[in-house]
């Protein structure tokens, strides 16, 4: 059973544009979640986090805006840039104790200039 | 500073055979994972060690085993290999804690015929 879901496998925006990537999980004791980033033949790279005590976090172009009613969060790109062209990851865990990751499959964001 | 290394980054190997990807950080990290990526799979946690000496099982254990006798390495050993572990296997590691961001090395493709 997928703890965390990623439902769109691909989304297209136009340069200049926002981009804005989902994500849902189902198990209500995550309490906090990270977006990776992914280029091909890398590794993947820490992008940004946010705690179940807010509901927004802000870092530059990015901001994460968490919805824990809903157990959905989402990413915000703006504005989207060519070199976000990428895999984004969603993943959650607990804050608390060594709980590992948990990933969802990906989103493939392509920036068209 | 080179973070996270993978050796080796690609090995074909036929089914059956045995073989040990190696893992080093240089920063210092107590925490370290292997993961492997699978087309539409996303990340999936196969073991992965809190400190020097412990490892744990992850979602996808089976077949693979390793161990963390020095706290900058983490190695995964396929005893014998199966064409189901065909993969790209991601380390990573991180400061205590599995909220924080993990580190992660560019991968080795791996191919069992």
């Known amino acids: 059973d997928q703890q965390v879901k990623q439902n769109s496998p691909s989304l297209s925006v136009q340069e200049g544009r926002i981009s804005i990537l989902n994500c849902d999980y189902t198990n209500s004791m995550f309490d906090y979640f990270l977006w990776y980033k992914k280029y091909p033949a890398e590794g993947p790279t820490f992008l940004i986090s946010i705690s179940s005590i807010k509901d927004k976090n802000e870092d530059g172009r990015f901001t994460v805006f968490l919805n824990k009613s809903a157990k959905h969060l989402s990413l915000h790109i703006v504005p989207s840039q060519p070199g976000d062209s990428a895999v984004y990851f969603c993943?959650?865990?607990?804050?608390?104790?060594?709980?590992?990751?948990?990933f969802g499959k990906g989103t493939r964001l392509s920036v068209i200039a | 500073n080179a973070g996270v290394t993978q050796t080796p980054k690609f090995r074909v190997l036929k089914t059956g055979q045995s073989m040990t990807l190696l893992c080093a950080q240089d920063m210092n990290h107590e925490y370290m994972y292997w993961y492997r990526q699978d087309p539409g799979m996303g990340l999936r946690l196969i073991h992965y060690?809190?400190?020097?000496?412990?490892?744990a099982k992850g979602e996808v254990p089976d077949g693979y085993n390793v161990s963390r006798l020095k706290k900058q390495n983490f190695l995964l050993g396929l005893e014998s290999a199966a064409p189901s572990q065909t993969s790209v296997y991601f380390c990573?590691?991180?400061?205590?804690?599995?909220?924080?961001?993990?580190?992660f090395g560019d991968g080795t493709r791996l191919s069992i015929l």
């Open positions: 060690s809190v400190g020097e000496g412990t490892t």
């Open positions: 993943a959650a865990t607990r804050y608390s104790g060594n709980t590992p990751l948990v």
């Open positions: 990573a590691s991180s400061l205590p804690g599995g909220f924080q961001p993990q580190h």
